[in-house]
């Protein structure tokens, strides 16, 4: 799992029925520096990715997301999704060592 | 498996039903001699594992869910073990 900020959200017109109901969200990845505390503009460097959101997050939220094979494991069907909003995240407690 | 150190550890009130009561915490992946290599990640932690201590981490999701007994899990990271030193072969 990784932790984003949500940047945005993509709405869909035709879609597969599996993901009625639900959301999805444009992501940007945290780099180490985010992680410490930094702004979320500029943005981190990486791309944005799209994730699979059913839990209600929204721009400037901080979530926890799951990639690869495990984003699509939660679906009673096979469902084509490869990034999934495990976790809003409320707080954040990082201290890497100093040295 | 990766090798990692704990530098911190995040709260969610919403998240997966398997999260729920499960204690998270942030991995930084570490090379061999310690050095961080990449961005931390997340991972489920069933050992408690202390502050800047080292640990082995499994990047399968079949070890959570059957940690959290749910085979719809999301969850990908667990803490394995807890590193007491890590052995090096001095060349």
Redesign the interface.
């Known amino acids: 799992m990784r932790l984003g900020h949500v940047i945005g959200r993509v709405t869909l017109s035709k879609q597969d029925p599996a993901f009625r109901g639900a959301r999805f969200l444009l992501v940007q990845p945290f780099a180490s520096a985010q992680f410490a505390g930094a702004p979320m503009t500029p943005l981190a460097p990486g791309s944005s990715l799209v994730i699979y959101d059913n839990l209600g997050a929204g721009a400037g939220h901080i979530v926890g997301f799951t990639e690869g094979a495990e984003a699509s494991v939660p679906f009673d069907q096979p469902t084509p999704v490869d990034a999934y909003n495990a976790a809003i995240i409320d707080e954040l407690f990082y201290n890497p060592p100093s040295r | 498996m990766i090798l990692a150190?704990v530098?911190?550890?995040?709260?969610?009130?919403?998240?997966?039903p398997s999260?729920t009561g499960c204690r998270?915490i942030?991995c930084?992946p570490v090379d061999e001699s310690g050095r961080?290599e990449g961005?931390?990640?997340?991972?489920l932690d069933p050992l408690s594992a202390g502050?800047?201590q080292r640990v082995l981490i499994s990047t399968d999701?079949s070890a959570p869910?059957a940690y959290v007994r749910d085979?719809?899990?999301?969850?990908?990271?667990m803490i394995l073990a807890i590193v007491d030193e890590p052995e090096k072969e001095t060349a």
Not at chain 2, 7 to 16: A, E, F, L, N, Q
Not at chain 2, 71 to 77: E, F, T, V
């Open positions: 150190r530098d911190g550890v995040i709260v969610s009130t919403v998240c997966h999260m998270t942030i930084q961080a961005a931390p990640v997340l991972a502050q800047h999701g869910r085979p719809k899990s999301p969850l990908r990271n």
